[in-house]
């Protein structure tokens, strides 16, 4: 069976189409105006026509603010804005944002060629651009010396910081001469050593902001020493001197907010800092003195009076234990001493003397023992306890005592 789609997917689908289609989503179309009519509601409806065909056109209220002309019919016209489908009549329209007169669609183009130049000579690379200080001191400032651009910038600066020295060189930011005295405004301001330069002018139509799209300009923006903010008040694309610049700002009051630091938020932040730094000191100095009470404990075991203490100690127990074992021993032995001397006592011959026992001797001086040892008349000596006895055997008689 074949698919069959409705009318919205059909017109759905097509607009996706013309929405993933990067060309048609950004795109400048020159041609007559015709049919054009100004809506209660603000948007304007109208044609491009040519000698070729027509399209229809919208531009919503919302886009109008960068219409600086009345639109009428006959007069020749670029629009920028996208091409996609209205479903709901299943055609397609542009959808204006911008609509320029024929004179400033030339200008365009020659901005175009420019860009691509510059930007192909490496003027735009990011490797080129140089940062903006974070503290400048002083700030020089190229633009109008009347208007609301300057006085944007003035009081940004001073609210921000009434610190910062600003110098201001009074340029011509359009019509003839603008580009030269734009010029020479970055020349002087540079040779005056300033941290950062400011140059810029309020919002205008494509032909006021023109000096800002010279290539002159472009090349001293791009040759200065000093770091440069482009800041120019404008609707439109971006400028050839935004690109080039080291920071573009949106409008002349931003590029003051990013030239001036505020003074009272780095007030804040030392404070910060301080009391953080204070802080991270005092756990600091705690922490080191841990570690000195640690180190000197340390150092204190370890000192040599210490070990010599400790040794000194140790000697005394070790002599006071060698003492106690001197006298343990001492005691032993003279206890081991007295158990002998009783035991010598105990078979001591004068014990035994002492006892009504006598030694008996030939003489030879041999101790008599038997009966057998001696004979009838021999002398024999007898020794008792308190003396000696002389003697003589008269007789000689053998006792058996033991049956």
């Known amino acids: 069976m074949r698919n069959v789609y409705t009318v919205k997917q059909v017109n759905s689908y097509i607009k996706n189409m013309f929405t993933q289609d990067f060309m048609l989503n950004r795109i400048y179309v020159k041609g ?94 990011p490797e080129y651009k140089q940062a903006i200080p974070m503290f400048a001191k002083r700030v020089g400032i190229v633009t109008a010396p ?35 005295s734009i010029i020479r405004g970055i020349q002087m301001l540079e040779k005056e050593q300033v941290d950062v330069i400011i140059v ?15 290539e002159a300009v472009a090349r001293a923006i791009f040759e200065c020493s000093v770091p440069i903010i482009s800041a120019v008040g404008h609707e439109t694309d971006t400028l050839i001197s935004d690109y080039v610049a080291d920071l573009r700002a949106p409008t002349p009051s931003a590029a003051a907010e990013l030239a001036v630091y505020e003074y009272g938020a780095v007030e804040n932040t030392l404070r910060e800092l301080e009391l953080r730094l204070r802080r ?67 078979l001591s011959p004068i014990e035994k003397l002492s006892q009504g026992y ?12 038997s009966v057998m040892q001696t004979r009838k008349e021999d002398l024999i000596t007898i020794r008792v306890t308190d003396g000696t006895i002389h003697a003589q055997v008269s007789e000689v008689k053998k006792e058996d005592w033991h049956g």
């Open 32 to 125: 007559e105006v015709s049919n054009c009519k100004y809506h209660t509601s603000g948007h304007i409806y109208f044609s491009l026509k040519d000698e070729s065909g027509t399209i229809a056109c919208v531009m919503f209220a919302s886009a109008r603010a960068g219409l600086s002309f009345r639109m009428q019919e006959g007069q020749t016209v670029i629009v920028l804005g996208s091409v996609s489908v209205y479903e709901r009549d299943g055609r397609y329209q542009i959808y204006a944002k911008e609509i320029m007169l024929d004179g400033a669609g030339l200008l365009y183009e020659r901005f175009e060629a420019l860009k691509r130049e510059l930007e192909e000579m490496g003027m735009f690379a």
């Open 146 to 180: 009347t208007g609301a651009a300057v006085r944007d910038i003035i009081h940004i600066a001073k609210r921000r910081n009434p610190y910062v020295q600003l110098i201001l060189y009074p340029a011509l930011v359009q019509g003839d001469g603008a580009a030269a």
């Open 200 to 214: 810029g002018r309020g919002g205008g139509s494509i032909e006021d902001l023109w000096a800002f799209n010279e």
């Open 280 to 346: 991270q000191m005092k756990l600091r100095i705690q922490t080191e003195r841990r570690n000195l009470e640690q180190v000197t404990m340390r150092l204190k075991y370890a000192h040599p009076r210490q070990k010599l203490d400790e040794k000194r100690q140790l000697s005394i127990d070790l002599e006071n234990r060698l003492r106690a074992k001197m006298k343990q021993n001492l005691d032993q032995s003279r206890h081991r001493m007295e158990l002998y001397i009783e035991k010598m006592r105990g």
């Open 358 to 369: 006598s030694y008996v001797e030939n003489g030879s001086g041999e101790n008599i023992r």
